[in-house]
């Protein structure tokens, strides 16, 4: 056997990773700003019935953290409040688990994911991104994070421990 052959049947196949095709920032923001109508509108008529219409009225919870005048006159109903974060959280998170996307992420033709594994995130992860979401908010840097990292993951995507790809 000559040495070349017996040199090219030594070398080590390694395994070609698939292209990862990560969302870019303007469709995360286009799924996001349609989930704030199609998912809180439901969640705010739903709080809205069970504690009246006046509670539409009342300050908000960013009312109370830049101490806004408006929350000292009519303070939010802390009940209320922790109702409406709870129904999105547990929205959120199933339509995250169930199939890696909620209807604005379904019409931007993106999905949530594990960063590792690529495939559903569990419960766990998709909660912390869900808490991930007010350190994006409160410090909005965290929202704009992706647009300077070449896999467009921001910060409630690095705190979790996920990824938004783009499906075909």
């Known amino acids: 056997m000559r040495w070349r ?6 070398k080590i196949k390694t395994p070609v990773k698939p292209k990862i095709d990560y969302a870019p920032f303007w469709s995360r923001a286009a799924g996001f700003a349609t989930d704030i109508f199609m998912i809180g509108l ?4 739903i709080t809205m019935m069970m504690f009246g219409y006046d509670q539409m009225h009342t300050a908000g919870g960013l009312d109370v953290l830049v101490h806004d005048p408006k929350a000292q006159t009519n303070p939010p109903n802390p009940i209320a ?7 999105f959280l547990i929205t959120y998170v199933w339509f995250w688990h169930k199939s890696g996307q909620t209807p604005g992420k379904k019409l931007a033709r993106i999905r949530v994911v594990d960063a590792k594994t690529m495939d559903n995130a569990s419960y766990w992860k998709l909660s912390l991104r869900f808490i991930g979401y007010f350190f994006s908010f409160i410090t909005l840097v965290g929202f704009f994070i992706g647009l300077l990292r070449k896999d ?3 910060l409630h995507d690095l705190i979790s421990g996920t990824a938004v790809i783009r499906v075909p």
């Open 42 to 45: 439901p969640i705010s008529l």
């Open 81 to 87: 409040s922790l109702l409406q974060i709870a129904l």
């Open 5 to 10: 052959t017996l040199k090219q049947t030594n």
């Open 152 to 154: 467009k993951r921001a």
